[in-house]
């Protein structure tokens, strides 16, 4: 199977070696280099149906690169988008990975990103894809990136983890989760003022048993303003 390593300690590589026959899939514009006994082509990975929805739902290309390695072994070195670390996770049948706007990385061909409803509070607030999110499913390695360092949090039964709605990368699909803002204790109306005057906006509170991995920075503060 093919071998997923992250490389660098600043803004680092993914490294995956293939070898003849093995072939893998990545976010549109990931690959930096490949050997020459690898492939690349555009793939509308699961169909028009599919493709159309990550575009829409995740903020992904519609047409992704898989690399093949066709005449023989080889290298290749995939990037992210948006400066930042890389996380690598494991997905089997029990265990599939829900994914936040832009973290799709690359991936082994036995995962598969599908679209699937978000919920009410999620689809309402955004930040975790609209009404329709990816999840990734199957077998195999799975690369996600975010902004700037990443860190993998344990959720457990009975420790409810609230984090902040633009730091979460990917998260266990096992985990309940809502979308909402800050609890203070002060009713609705008190929340709000104090979202707003805390600088804290919408959070994702957590509970059950999995794995969330969060970003230490917020894309959305670091876009460009429209006219610069």
Request: hydrophobic share 40%; proline share 4%; with cysteine.
């Amino acid at each position: 199977m093919p071998t997923f390593t992250v490389t660098g300690e600043i803004d680092p590589f993914l490294h995956v070696s293939l070898s003849k026959g093995e072939r893998i899939f990545c976010e549109s514009g990931a690959m930096v280099m490949m050997e020459e006994p690898l492939q690349v082509k555009g793939q509308m990975r699961g169909g028009l149906g599919r493709a159309l929805l990550r575009r829409l739902a995740n903020d992904e290309s519609f047409f992704q690169q898989e690399i093949e390695a066709v005449g023989g072994d080889g290298d290749c070195l995939l990037a992210p988008t948006m400066p930042g670390a890389i996380e690598l996770l494991d997905v089997t049948p029990g265990s599939s990975y829900t994914l936040s706007d832009s973290s799709f990385l690359a991936a082994e061909a036995g995962v598969h990103i599908n679209p699937r409803l978000n919920t009410i509070g999620g689809g309402l607030f955004g930040g975790t894809g609209g009404f329709v999110i990816m999840e990734a499913v199957g077998q195999g390695k799975l690369a996600v990136s975010g902004f700037g360092s990443v860190f993998t949090l344990e959720v457990t039964r009975g420790r409810d983890v609230v984090i902040d709605n633009n730091h979460a990368v990917a998260w266990s699909s096992s985990l309940l989760y809502e979308v909402g803002m800050p609890r203070t204790g002060g009713g609705f109306f008190g929340s709000i003022v104090n979202s707003v005057t805390s600088g804290e906006g919408l959070v994702i509170r957590f509970r059950g048993e999995g794995k969330v991995v969060v970003c230490s920075r917020n894309k959305s503060i670091f876009r460009p303003q429209q006219g610069q």
